[in-house]
């Protein structure tokens, strides 16, 4: 069935770059997300990546996809203490003619000062 | 920037009650979803919405839950009696022609 596995925790200390990765199952996926949760709050889109795509980048933000192993990878350049978070991977996956979003567990980032 | 509201940000209700959640999608999308987050677990799908029907549903969408799209723009959730462990936050999405999800902020739902 599809699923997406992610690591739990991720420290880094201020001004070092983030990487969250993130793993997928299903052969069908069209976009892959990035969303981050700050405590208590939504879910905020941060970035995407079209699946045909092997990199995206936005400001501080990289996305890298590796279709063939079905990886997918977040990196924050520079990352301060205002990007600790809950950071989610989502797959959007095609299913009986509609479309689904998977989620990740989140991986906590913590950034320390 | 468009975006998807949700109302209330927090309800309190006891065990057995009926509680509705409401969402105002973005207007012009055109597919609508309900996840739900139990504290400290994943994002959870329940429900997805085209045309006026639904086109998935997940095992935990049961015959407790119902969705509809009474008037063209609010898009609601309704949970008929309400158990301990519909304790979650909700999360509304909608989906326009480019396939961008976009949430909500959720409504954090507590049954005592």
């Known amino acids: 069935g599809e699923d997406v596995e992610q690591s739990l925790f991720l420290s880094v200390r201020e001004g070092d770059s983030s990487v969250i990765n993130c793993t997928y199952t299903d052969s069908s996926s069209t976009y892959l997300y990035w969303y981050k949760q700050e405590p208590g709050a939504g879910l905020q889109l941060l970035t995407y990546i079209f699946s045909n795509m092997d990199m995206k980048q936005d400001q501080r933000l990289t996305v890298l996809l590796n279709k063939k192993d079905k990886h997918l990878s977040l990196r924050i350049a520079d990352t301060q203490t205002g990007d600790s978070a809950i950071y989610f991977c989502?797959?959007?996956?095609?299913?009986?003619?509609?479309?689904?979003?998977?989620f990740g567990t989140g991986t906590r980032l913590k950034v320390l000062a | 920037e468009p975006e998807v509201t949700q109302t209330p940000s927090h309800q309190v209700t006891q065990m057995g009650q009926e509680v509705i959640l409401r969402c105002v999608p973005i207007?012009?999308?055109?597919?609508f979803y309900w996840y739900r987050q139990i504290l400290g677990q994943k994002v959870e799908f329940l429900v997805s919405?085209?045309?006026?029907?639904?086109?998935?549903k997940s095992e935990i969408f049961d015959d407790q839950f119902s969705v509809e799209r009474p008037d063209g723009s609010n898009f609601t959730l309704k949970i008929r009696s309400t158990k301990l462990e519909d304790s979650a936050m909700y999360f509304c999405?909608?989906?326009?022609?480019?396939?961008?999800?976009?949430f909500g902020q959720g409504t954090r739902l507590t049954v005592v």
């Open positions: 919405f085209y045309n006026n029907e639904i086109s998935e």
């Open positions: 207007s012009n999308h055109l597919y």
């Open positions: 989502a797959d959007q996956v095609l299913t009986s003619g509609t479309y689904k979003y998977i």
């Open positions: 999405a909608s989906v326009g022609q480019n396939t961008e999800a976009f």
